[in-house]
């Protein structure tokens, strides 16, 4: 007798007629009028529980195999037999069941085997990875992850973990949490009557960061080839479906390259995390395509299928301006383009992934790379069919002096920046990056379109639970 | 003509006589009577840099070439030829070299080919990374967590990502930052005087996670193995060299598994990791072990032939009572022991990786399992010879009126511990796992001893600098 996974048992890793055990929770139990009972049971290890066929003459049967209910924690040995039920390969003829844990009234066990709205599950975020939705989100969630960072080792990226605490706000991009450890009720005070951030606990004052980006090109402009995965934050107070106080990014950043070298990188990293899901997760996105967006399978195999069309911004304007569309945000050369442009862009216009390219640089950041023509930077947006940015990027000004136009231009202090400074001074090379919202990637993949619900445990205004 | 990276040709990719172009920074410059220079260029993908022999009728040879200096940055071409010097495979005899970036006032360059000490390059941050060291502990570190995800995913677990910010302080685990948007210099007040975190950005008090843990033990107990690879933060105010404000932590959690069960995953872990960093990383080990600590490579050889010892914490302080030898601290049964005995028993009792098991309740958390004696819980700390304990585990109290009477015991709310408290109260079941600190993991398999100098920008009481 040995200890199974059940995606162990469904791959045939154990012969017909051994006996394995299987640990889990119960999903349901059936009880037939001849005397059998059939349980499901799940370990989390794929989408699908393994079905037990339980015969009455077992020791418990009555006093305990009768009384389980969904949530139930059992270890369930029996002998592997080829199953007559549609769908699955293999089921056990149970020949004992030990219940390990049961569940406390079961009437009002929130996690009931009846649907949830997703919604209400979000408020009992501790027990919503026992659900198929939840479960299947976490499958595809590591998947995705495992995958970006097989994708970016086997292309010889290094892995460089940027500092979360930050006494910088380099980027000085939205609203940042302030990190602290002053007594809030008895703040020191500067002779100026100012908070006397001295006495904190960094010595000044410090926050958590919005971008990994500036410290991932001190690397990237000595080892070449670098990416950060890790939480950003960001303290807006939105409450969107597509905003989160903490959230996970990527962000490759790369030496030599400009900015098309990284559009391609872009669409190898996706079709290459894509095409992971599609393998290795079949399962949860057919149950996604299902439930909760039918075109979850569809759209994926079109993105990987697809060649990406590259824009410039400038030409997108044109676009939009000549499509004969309405829009309820106005299109003129400048704007920073909405939702519904992007959407009609990648959805209705060219039917595929877009790469618009060269913005105007007064809605990009300082660093983006000034072009010829000197009104444009060499930024990137990469928007997707049915979600719009999926992934931001740039190729950075690597010119000392241009640099230091842009900072002046856009009102910022050299001094604050001469680390980011000193890198064009020794040794400058063209580097280009771009940074991928996880999160955004996952609700992607699976059609569940609120961020909310594809990470753990969410944090934004007024909600820290847990 | 072809890009390619330093690695690649000493790997034998390119074929003797083609002609490839390489893109990195020069580490040295060198000129023969004979009218030759030697260029050595590096680009971060393995240690060695490559040569190029650049013969003095190029172009640009009197006007740049011989001005080139530590950290310019170039692209050299040239044709792959076998290498007559000792210890490399191939070099490049230079068609063309194209300066990409001048140093500025290459005297004064902070990273000038020459040593500097490990605590200089670290006010140097945004530079060091172009140094033989940080370059190769980039490379180790990289490795390893590569390494640790891999381990994991072949071994089924999901990684599950743990939120930073928590509004419960569930550990009670020393210091922790706080984190905040009220604006301090006008903070609101209650009627009672008290600061308003009604207001504050969550609607409450909120910090920085010090352990996933909790929130991974509700994973596990839906999904069965999961783990968790990311930021953790203390507030102490610490300054050594085992210590930072901000580090990776990884923590599995596995349900149906006990202390055992997580000591011998712990064991297979470090092992896989070590082999990985022998196997995948021997160049830059082998420097580690000319420089930083000649040990190196045979301490890791060692660890992963060795088979773990086991110890309970019981017999362990016998063994030091007895052992004759004159500690700082004395022993007696209760104490939490300090790295000279956890360090004498890996080093020079057990001569091995030891896991002490079964430690006093009273020196442990509220939710390590209670041991059947009453006095113990099921607690264990990996030792590992020259550097002490590295790894921090236990079984999870999985029995509901235990941890109540435990919770109870040690002064902490019932109520605030209502959703940890729901996992045993529905389909409970035996879970363990542990944590391990991921900086003091590289620090171990590269012997450079202070865990500010193995990740890229350390966070430390007054230093949050970059």
């Not at 049967?61 to 040995?77: P, R």
């Not at 006494?167 to 000085?172: L, M, P």
């Not at 950075?396 to 640099?403: A, C, S, T, W």
Request: glycine fraction near 8%; include cysteine; hydrophobic fraction near 40%.
């Amino acid at each position: 007798m040995s200890i199974a996974t059940v995606v162990s048992v469904f791959n045939g890793e154990h012969s017909v007629g051994s006996q394995v055990t299987v640990r889990g929770w119960v999903r349901t139990r059936r009880d037939s009028k001849a005397g059998i009972s059939f349980l499901a049971v799940y370990d989390g290890s794929c989408f699908n529980p393994i079905q037990g066929v339980v015969p009455n003459n077992l020791n418990n049967y009555q006093d305990e195999i009768l009384k389980l209910t969904a949530g139930c924690s059992v270890e369930m040995t029996g002998e592997v037999v080829e199953s007559q039920g549609k769908g699955q390969t293999f089921e056990l003829q149970v020949t004992e069941v030990k219940v390990v844990g049961w569940v406390d009234d079961p009437d009002t066990y929130p996690m009931a085997a009846k649907r949830h709205s997703i919604e209400h599950l979000r408020e009992l975020a501790h027990l919503r990875p026992r659900t198929n939705i939840i479960g299947a989100v976490m499958r595809v969630r590591n998947c995705l992850s495992q995958a970006i960072h097989r994708f970016y080792h086997e292309r010889g990226f290094l892995w460089a973990s940027t500092p979360l605490i930050t006494a910088s706000d380099c980027e000085g991009a939205g609203e940042m949490f302030r990190v602290s450890t002053l007594d809030m009720q008895n703040l020191p005070m500067t002779d100026k009557g100012e908070v006397d951030y001295d006495k904190d606990f960094f010595g000044k004052e410090a926050f958590l960061t919005v971008s990994g980006q500036l410290n991932a090109e001190t690397y990237a402009c000595a080892l070449s080839k670098v990416y950060t995965f890790g939480p950003t934050f960001r303290a807006e107070n939105s409450n969107t479906s597509r905003h989160l106080a903490e959230f996970w990014m990527v962000e490759p950043e790369v030496a030599f390259a400009d900015l098309d070298d990284v559009a391609g990188l872009a669409e190898d990293m996706l079709k290459y995390a894509f095409n992971a899901a599609l393998t290795e997760c079949r399962e949860d996105l057919e149950f996604f395509a299902q439930r909760v967006e039918k075109t979850a399978i569809e759209r994926l195999e079109a993105f990987v299928s697809s060649d990406f069309a590259q824009v410039d911004y400038t030409d997108a304007i044109q676009i939009l301006k000549n499509c004969g569309k309405k829009f309820e945000f106005d299109v003129e050369w400048g704007i920073d383009m909405s939702s519904e442009h992007e959407r009609f862009l990648a959805e209705e216009h060219f039917k595929a992934p877009v790469v618009v390219k060269n913005y105007p640089k007064d809605i990009k950041a300082f660093y983006m790379r000034l072009n010829d023509d000197g009104k444009t930077v060499a930024a990137m947006d990469v928007l997707a069919p049915g979600i719009g940015e999926i992934i931001g990027g740039a190729q950075r000004e690597e010119r000392l002096e241009v640099l230091d136009m842009r900072l002046e231009e856009m009102g910022l202090e050299k001094e604050d920046y001469w680390w980011y400074r000193d890198l064009r001074r020794y040794g400058t090379v063209p580097h280009s990056g771009f940074g991928l919202g996880f999160e955004r990637l996952v609700s992607y993949v699976t059609g569940v379109s609120n961020i909310r619900d594809v990470i753990p445990f969410p944090r934004a205004p007024r909600s820290a639970n847990f």
